[in-house]
């Protein structure tokens, strides 16, 4: 059995950006033979395999998911997988060589983490605008200067983001158990044009409930590649909108109600409402997309649960 498993899921990915993921991965400092890629190909038209044989390193297999959605993937990567360690890489990541080296030595030193990732930098394929700067975290920049861990189940400032997280096995395995069958959680990522997002952090969450930390360590780091128009500012508001919509399902599925009620609430609603009259442009549109995400979460949450609306 290998000791980690390297799972990309992907659907229609962009040429040149899953190749420069594939050739970080064919880079990797720790053995081959350590370790496996688990590439999920999700309904790819044309196939991955058919696009990509030339370039998948040697230990790699491609696996065909036909239920569209980054959470059947990330599923079904699980449930192939055999490594004690999994890392998740997007299709459009570059590790840093020693990556995975890094990550399987986190693993094997402090075993009580069910969870972790690093430092995310962005590499644009353009000189982005100044006003797009403030976003640049919600396309996942994350600058981690020190190692630090929690197993509270608030403390998102030791939540790793998706892009290169590191799962125990035996937490992807309990995540297997309770998003399988539970409606809420399978729409809660993204899914052909939606920009929904959560799953990653529901994962690493999953780490609470087994009594184990998420952390992050800065000798973990990687690259997001960014293309054009990831930078436009229609795309960057659906981005805001689906995050927003992802932030409202799971305050629900953790039970965070302050916040529920915070984003629920009439008059909470009004107040938005009257501030939204004076912002600036730019400011407004970002505030009027938090908003829809918000509602379309309520909406979501009323028609499968019990989820009441409670003013504040």
Not at 94 to 115: H, K, T
Not at 163 to 181: D, N
Request: include cysteine; glycine fraction near 6%.
């Amino acid at each position: 059995m290998v000791d980690l498993s390297v799972i990309v899921c992907t659907h229609n990915p962009d040429d040149e950006l899953i190749t420069r993921t594939l050739d970080g991965l064919r880079r990797q400092t720790l053995a081959a033979s350590q370790w496996e890629l688990c590439v999920i190909d999700n309904a790819s038209d044309p196939a991955v395999l058919d696009r990509f044989s030339a370039v998948l390193p040697s230990n790699a297999r491609c696996i065909a998911e036909s239920n569209l959605g980054l959470t059947p993937a990330r599923l079904r990567g699980i449930r192939e997988s055999v490594g004690t360690l999994l890392v998740f890489v997007d299709d459009d990541a570059v590790l840093s060589p020693d990556y995975l080296e890094i990550a399987l030595q986190i693993s094997r030193e402090r075993p009580f983490i069910g969870a972790f990732g690093g430092s995310i930098d962005l590499e644009f394929s353009v000189p982005p605008e100044d006003w797009t700067r403030s976003l640049w975290p919600r396309l996942a920049e994350r600058q981690v200067t020190r190692q630090v861990w929690s197993n509270f189940d608030w403390s998102s400032r030791t939540t790793p983001w998706g892009v290169g997280m590191c799962l125990h096995r035996c937490v992807a395995l309990r995540y297997v158990e309770i998003a399988t069958s539970d409606p809420i959680r399978l729409k809660l990522d993204r899914s052909g044009m939606s920009l929904v997002s959560g799953g990653d952090e529901d994962m690493a969450r999953t780490s609470h409930g087994l009594g184990l930390a998420t952390g992050l360590f800065p000798e973990l780091r990687l690259v997001h590649l960014i293309p054009p128009r990831r930078l436009e500012l229609a795309y960057l508001l659906r981005l805001v909108e689906g995050q927003s919509y992802s932030g409202v399902v799971l305050s629900y599925l953790y039970r965070d109600s302050d916040l529920l009620h915070e984003t629920a609430g009439l008059r909470a609603l009004l107040g938005k409402l009257r501030r939204r009259l004076t912002m600036p442009r730019l400011e407004r549109l970002l505030f009027e997309a938090r908003l829809n995400g918000q509602q379309k979460a309520v909406r979501d949450l009323k028609s499968m649960t019990q989820f009441e609306d409670h003013p504040v």
